[in-house]
Nanobody, 115 residues
Framework: QVQLVESGGGLAQPGGSLTLSCVGS????????MGWYLQVPGREREWVAS???????LYIDPVKGRFTISRDNDKNTVILQMSQLKPEDTAVYYC?????????WGQGTQVTVSS
């Protein structure tokens, strides 16, 4: 079955960087779009960035110029490079795959930005 496993979260100082990774299995990774979402307590899960199978990327405005999404199809991995981190970036980050119009989610990884 489809599985997504995130890693790379942790604590960063404001202005610092973190890199999140998500490894997919159980599907032909290169064929499907991938995305990153975040969720803070009490709020809906929000889209952050996505990358199509062909490599086209999109970002929510607050992360443009700070976050970069990429994919390594040989390693079945989607990556979110986060820089110039702000306290408001603190959230649980989830990886999402849309496979045959069905969404699949990873378990999430906590990102905390604090001094």
């Amino acid at each position: 079955q489809v599985q997504l496993v995130e890693s790379g979260g942790g604590l960063a100082q404001p202005g610092g960087s973190l890199t999140l990774s998500c490894v997919g299995s159980g599907f032909i990774f290169r064929n499907w779009p991938m995305g990153w979402y975040l969720q803070v307590p009490g709020r809906e899960r929000e889209w952050v960035a996505s990358i199509t199978a062909s490599g086209k990327v999109l970002y929510i405005d607050p992360v443009k110029g700070r976050f970069t999404i990429s994919r390594d199809n040989d390693k079945n991995t989607v990556i979110l490079q986060m820089s110039q981190l702000k306290p408001e970036d603190t959230a649980v980050y989830y990886c999402k795959a849309m496979v045959r119009e069905k969404p699949y989610w990873g378990q999430g990884t906590q990102v905390t930005v604090s001094s």
